[in-house]
């Protein structure tokens, strides 16, 4: 008796992920839909979804949806088991209005948008000292966040408050302001306007002192990682600890998965866009992107525009050749997301003249 071999069918996986749940799919090489389940957003969870989607056939890849929030777990383990993933954005407005939503179609319509080519992008790793660095980056920024809100608080009770409070800190500069008031002595008795006040600046004050220490702290903590992470990146004019930060966090892990410069200047919003018509050809700022990277870039240039004698050399050149500052802007960025890229992606920079800020525009 003999018998046949028959190769198991390739198939291409899809998940809509939520906060408990996630709910898969499984379609074959020509779009046909196999089947749909759902699943516990539980690691026991994750290991059942992966196997139940290859007991359908060869899994060539899977389309998640948020993999940068409840997605991201999924796309860690999926991808030590070895499988490709993709991050699938969700289907917009139109989509939904003419083919519904819920769970099963969004999962198909990840694992259509895999095999169609529609979706090619790879997730961030999450698993090495950028993440770390990225984790971090939140608490501090709500820390900076808060003290400028007590700061805020603090000016705008001073406004209100019984002249003998207001004449007795007036011009001190924030440092000296913060130590006067964290001295106050409000008294028992509350009732009175002038001791409530002493007492609501003392306890802003002393909020603002302590969120001073939590942001010591915490660049004490971020510093060194970010250095870690990509000390090429902190060489570049103008890319301090901050800047560093934000950028290593929009890159992520794994900045391989950017394939050229071009694919990081969009991520960062800085790709020209054609704004061309008729007799005048020219390009507009990029308003997509991630603004945090944007803003990152847009740092670095205003700090080379003031100090980089070579930056300044250029805005003056460009400038008389018509330029506004939008537009030289746009170019510098181009320019630094260049460099970072080549940074980030641990690629020798080279010395770049004057003349190479040109292919930038």
């Given at each position: 008796?003999?018998?046949?071999?028959?190769?198991?069918?390739?198939?291409?996986?899809?998940?809509?992920?939520?906060?408990?749940?996630?709910?898969?799919?499984?379609?074959?090489?020509?779009?046909?839909?196999?089947?749909?389940?759902?699943?516990?957003?539980?690691?026991?969870?994750?290991?059942?979804?992966?196997?139940?989607?290859?007991?359908?056939?060869?899994?060539?890849?899977?389309?998640?949806?948020?993999?940068?929030?409840?997605?991201?777990?999924?796309?860690?383990?999926?991808?030590?088991?070895?499988?490709?993933?993709?991050?699938?954005?969700?289907?917009?407005?139109?989509t939904r209005r003419t083919k519904g939503k819920s769970d099963p179609i969004d999962a198909y319509a990840a694992a259509m948008a895999v095999l169609s080519g529609r979706a090619t992008g790879v997730p961030k790793s999450r698993d090495g000292v950028v993440e770390?660095?990225?984790?971090?980056?939140?608490?501090?920024?709500?820390?900076?966040?808060?003290?400028?809100?007590?700061?805020?608080?603090?000016?705008?009770?001073?406004?209100?408050?019984?002249?003998?409070?207001?004449?007795?800190?007036?011009?001190?500069?924030?440092?000296?302001?913060?130590?006067?008031?964290?001295?106050?002595?409000?008294?028992?008795?509350?009732?009175?306007?002038?001791?409530?006040?002493?007492?609501?600046?003392?306890?802003?004050?002393?909020?603002?002192?302590?969120?001073?220490?939590?942001?010591?702290?915490?660049?004490?903590?971020?510093?060194?990682?970010?250095?870690?992470?990509?000390?090429?990146?902190?060489?570049?004019?103008?890319?301090?600890?901050?800047?560093?930060?934000?950028?290593?966090?929009?890159?992520?892990?794994?900045?391989?998965?950017?394939?050229?410069?071009?694919?990081?200047?969009?991520?960062?919003?800085?790709?020209?866009?054609?704004?061309?018509?008729?007799?005048?050809?020219?390009?507009?700022?990029?308003?997509?992107?991630?603004?945090?990277?944007?803003?990152?870039?847009?740092?670095?240039?205003?700090?080379?525009?003031?100090?980089?004698?070579?930056?300044?050399?250029?805005?003056?050149?460009?400038?008389?050749?018509?330029?506004?500052?939008?537009?030289?802007?746009?170019?510098?960025?181009?320019?630094?997301?260049?460099?970072?890229?080549?940074?980030?992606?641990?690629?020798?920079?080279?010395?770049?003249?004057?003349?190479?800020?040109?292919?930038?525009?």
């Amino acid at each position: 008796m003999t018998s046949r071999t028959h190769d198991a069918p390739e198939t291409t996986g899809g998940v809509d992920t939520h906060g408990l749940t996630h709910h898969a799919a499984v379609i074959d090489p020509v779009g046909r839909h196999l089947a749909d389940r759902e699943f516990p957003a539980t690691i026991r969870g994750y290991r059942d979804l992966l196997g139940w989607m290859r007991s359908h056939g060869t899994l060539v890849a899977v389309g998640v949806e948020g993999t940068g929030a409840y997605g991201a777990e999924l796309a860690r383990v999926l991808t030590a088991a070895g499988v490709t993933v993709i991050d699938v954005d969700r289907p917009d407005r139109k989509t939904r209005r003419t083919k519904g939503k819920s769970d099963p179609i969004d999962a198909y319509a990840a694992a259509m948008a895999v095999l169609s080519g529609r979706a090619t992008g790879v997730p961030k790793s999450r698993d090495g000292v950028v993440e770390a660095v990225r984790v971090l980056r939140i608490a501090r920024r709500s820390a900076v966040k808060a003290r400028t809100q007590a700061m805020n608080q603090i000016r705008t009770v001073l406004v209100s408050a019984p002249a003998m409070l207001r004449e007795r800190v007036a011009g001190l500069d924030r440092a000296a302001l913060i130590r006067v008031l964290t001295r106050l002595r409000p008294g028992d008795d509350l009732s009175r306007p002038l001791a409530a006040t002493r007492a609501s600046l003392r306890h802003l004050a002393r909020r603002h002192q302590a969120l001073d220490i939590e942001i010591a702290e915490l660049d004490a903590e971020i510093g060194p990682l970010v250095e870690q992470a990509a000390p090429k990146l902190l060489e570049l004019f103008g890319v301090g600890p901050e800047t560093a930060g934000q950028l290593l966090a929009s890159a992520g892990d794994n900045p391989q998965r950017m394939r050229s410069e071009g694919a990081f200047a969009h991520l960062a919003g800085v790709a020209p866009i054609p704004a061309s018509s008729g007799r005048t050809h020219r390009h507009r700022l990029n308003r997509g992107g991630d603004r945090a990277a944007n803003n990152a870039l847009h740092t670095i240039v205003l700090v080379r525009m003031r100090y980089d004698e070579r930056t300044r050399a250029y805005v003056e050149r460009r400038t008389k050749e018509g330029l506004n500052k939008k537009d030289i802007m746009r170019c510098l960025k181009r320019f630094v997301a260049r460099e970072v890229y080549r940074a980030l992606t641990s690629t020798p920079t080279e010395r770049t003249s004057q003349n190479d800020l040109a292919p930038a525009a």
